[in-house]
């Protein structure tokens, strides 16, 4: 797929420590999921248990982790890892906090600037990083949500993650197949957050969509959704529709039902 480039975009978002943010985040997770019912349904993950979210998360980190020391450079062509699960679900939340040690022993090894193959835009062990700070965070929200409770996040990793997710998603059709269906005559979606000045502009092609960089500010798009940084993370990834309370938007509503009915992984 065509996209355009990112790599200004990019380095306008402001900085995190994705390894750091990691830890906590998995301690977040961690604190959510002991001693709930791990047989709890996760409905922002239909058909998962937050029995199976826990499991996802912390393989996850322990696969992104073989990665890393391996610091393959090509498709891994099999995902053999020793996850060491307990035979029991009520050791799965420890499970989870020593998955984070294994991501971090697996950090200390390998320099983030390392070149790696990687799913996505930044060829680099950082993206591993990254990916995993966000596929963490996500499904720490997920089991709060299961629990009725509102996920809270710091501002800067939200926008550090909807910038990771707009970024990448280009890339996702080949685990994401309605990506590809991603495509249109020439139409702009923007992102604004509403507690901050980040603005994000997809524009879809007739061969593929990307981040449109060049897009200036005070120009028009076909489309705009505004909320907080935090909601419109949880909107990208299909955690919130739309058109909830917390969202506003504006313009060719049919564009931004193909999106988000194809954008989501």
Not at 8 to 32: G, L, N, P, W, Y
Not at 38 to 64: D, I
Not at 159 to 180: H, R, T
Request: aromatic share 10%; hydrophobic share 45%; glycine share 6%.
């Amino acid at each position: 797929m065509k996209t355009s480039d990112h790599r200004d975009h990019a380095s306008a978002v402001t900085a995190v420590d994705h390894r750091t943010a990691i830890a906590a985040e998995t301690a977040r997770f961690v604190a959510v999921v002991k001693g709930a019912d791990l047989a709890t349904p996760v409905p922002s993950c239909p058909g998962w248990t937050l029995a199976e979210l826990v499991k996802h998360t912390g393989s996850v980190q322990r696969w992104f982790s073989v990665l890393l020391r391996a610091r393959i450079q090509e498709p891994p062509r099999k995902r053999e890892v020793d996850l060491r699960l307990p035979d029991h679900e009520d050791g799965y939340a420890d499970w989870l906090a020593e998955s984070a040690t294994v991501a971090a022993d697996a950090f200390a090894g390998t320099d983030p600037n390392q070149p790696m193959w990687a799913w996505g835009a930044d060829q680099h062990a950082r993206f591993w990083a990254r990916r995993m700070l966000f596929e963490t965070l996500l499904h720490r929200a997920d089991a709060e949500l299961a629990l009725g409770l509102r996920p809270a996040m710091d501002r800067l990793v939200a926008v550090d993650g909807i910038d990771e997710f707009l970024v990448n998603l280009p890339f996702a059709a080949f685990f994401a197949p309605e990506v590809a269906k991603l495509r249109g005559p020439d139409r702009t979606i923007r992102f604004r957050t509403t507690d901050g000045d980040e603005t994000w502009v997809v524009r879809l092609r007739p061969d593929g969509f990307g981040l449109d960089t060049a897009h200036p500010a005070e120009a028009a798009a076909d489309a705009t959704v505004q909320g907080t940084a935090a909601d419109l993370l949880l909107l990208v990834y299909g955690r919130l529709p739309y058109e909830a309370e917390v969202l506003t938007h504006e313009g060719d509503e049919d564009l931004l039902a193909h999106w988000f009915a194809n954008s989501a992984f």
